[in-house]
């Protein structure tokens, strides 16, 4: 009776091991892979050439840089921010505001197609995960409590962003990304 009830409890926690373990291992969204049908299509060896560490962190693998160390969460400039695996102009400057979370965000992509959304269960939540539509490239996420006009945030990784200002037609100099 009790080894087969101490059985019963082994096997719980081996499922519940199971679970977790491909809860951590998951990507980012249970919608189509990152590589399904995207214009821009590179390998993963590409990718890793193409991209510094963290960018290919955020950008091919879903991951979130940690909250108030980006380059573009206190960024004012004027000009488009652009996928940082592809160039394909994202946000525009006029969109962004100040959420107070540490990460970029604004109230709307600079175009409805730029950017395409899927479902993200990961981590125990239910979220809307945010991509380029161009590459796959997770941005991050969107959520529901932005403010006016749109009432939505969109949540971006800097890491998954350059900036083109404007004024000027370089890009932002200091970020440090080899083989870029
Ligand atoms: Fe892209």
């Known amino acids: 009776m009790f080894d087969a009830i101490r059985g019963a409890a082994a096997s719980v926690a081996v499922m519940v091991g199971v679970s977790v373990g491909c809860m951590a291992n998951a990507g980012s969204g249970d919608g189509p892979s990152r590589d399904h049908g995207y214009a821009v299509k590179k390998s993963e060896a590409q ?8 960018a ?15 380059e573009l969460w206190d960024h004012h400039g004027d ?8 160039g394909q102009p994202l946000f525009d400057s006029e969109a962004k505001f100040d959420s107070g979370t540490g990460w970029p965000s604004f109230y709307r992509p600079i175009r409805a197609d730029a950017v395409e959304t ?7 939540m ?5 991509r380029c539509s161009r590459c796959g490239g997770h941005q991050g ?3 529901k409590d932005g403010p ?3 009432g939505l ?8 962003l350059d900036f083109r200002s404007k004024t000027s037609t370089s890009t932002r100099p200091a970020r440090p990304s080899p083989g870029r």
Request: aromatic content about 10%; glycine content about 12%.
């Open 118 to 124: 899927h479902r993200d269960t990961t981590l125990g």
């Open 126 to 130: 239910v979220r809307t995960e945010v």
């Open 148 to 150: 006016p006009p749109t």
């Open 56 to 70: 290919y962190r955020v950008l091919r693998q879903g991951g979130t840089e940690r909250a108030f160390t980006g």
């Open 79 to 86: 000009g488009v921010y652009v996928c940082g695996g592809c």
């Open 141 to 143: 996420h969107v959520f």
């Open 153 to 160: 945030r969109y949540c971006i990784n800097s890491a998954a």
């Open 47 to 54: 990718w890793k050439a193409a991209l510094s560490e963290q």
